[in-house]
């Protein structure tokens, strides 16, 4: 897996805001018995495993993270708890998952976000995880389509970088429209019965959590500055102008930020 945001500190703190900001509006749409046997795979650093968790009553949650600094920063969360949550992280890849004989086949759930657009060969993640299910469960998905992605007012800047943003995702053999092929990839791995929605990740400036997603667009691009000038044959004074004319653009009154991320659901 090519993951093109790197696992730096200043990343990982990117990745925590946009848990915080994601994250109940995900919850809103699962709809848990509180008895489920749940494998989350590509966990991170486990803020919204550990939600999860905090649902299941008779139930148990496995995180699986290939980052060790990822993990390592999970673990830490985890231990602040004021509870003891039924949560066990371990490291592993979504290619060979770390499950012990007697689990494989045996997942009511699995929840897989933000993960399959990093991955070279989604389907192989998928298989990995429709083997760790027993039959009837579900599986869920949520993942990137970064055309679906808006700012208004109409910026120029923003149109151009991400253009480039994406076609460093395409260099990497990742795919930055996945989201949009979430079910034909279900369909693929041998599930059935799909169901699709959308979960929002924006706002309009005068909301009080438009800084926090301003700020994380701002903050993906300026991470991947390095990619970007060289995909797009431009020299940094280019890239920062771009950059500064969309901080500009995020000081405006009616700055609007427009993305839903692609959800959808399969049972196995």
Request: negative net charge; contains cysteine.
């Amino acid at each position: 897996m090519d993951y093109i945001h790197g696992t730096h500190e200043e990343e990982q703190e990117r990745l925590f805001i946009l848990n915080r900001l994601l994250n109940e509006r995900c919850l809103e749409k699962i709809e848990l018995i509180g008895d489920e046997l749940t494998l989350d795979i590509g966990s991170g650093l486990g803020v919204f495993t550990r939600m999860l968790a905090h649902r299941l009553f008779y139930g148990r949650i496995v995180g699986v993270e290939r980052s060790p600094q990822q993990l390592e920063k999970a673990l830490k969360l985890s231990r602040s708890d004021e509870i003891n949550l039924p949560v066990e992280f371990r490291e592993g890849s979504a290619y060979d998952l770390p499950l012990e004989s007697a689990e494989w086949g045996n997942f009511d759930l699995v929840f897989i976000r933000f993960l399959l657009e990093h991955l070279k060969d989604p389907l192989k993640a998928l298989s990995q995880a429709k083997k760790a299910m027993k039959p009837g469960a579900k599986i869920i998905l949520v993942d990137d389509d970064h055309e679906n992605f808006r700012i208004t007012p109409s910026t120029p800047a923003f149109g151009f970088l991400w253009n480039l943003y994406c076609k460093v995702y395409e260099k990497m053999g990742n795919d930055p429209f996945i989201g949009r092929n979430l079910v034909t990839l279900l369909h693929q791995a041998g599930f059935h019965d799909f169901k699709i929605d959308f979960v929002l990740f924006g706002a309009a400036a005068s909301e009080s959590d438009f800084f926090y997603y301003a700020n994380n667009l701002i903050g993906i691009l300026a991470g991947a500055k390095e990619q970007i000038i060289e995909v797009g044959d431009i020299t940094p004074e280019v890239f920062d102008a771009n950059l500064a004319e969309i901080d500009g653009w995020s000081k405006k009154p009616d700055a609007t930020l427009w993305y839903a991320a692609n959800w959808a659901e399969a049972i196995c």
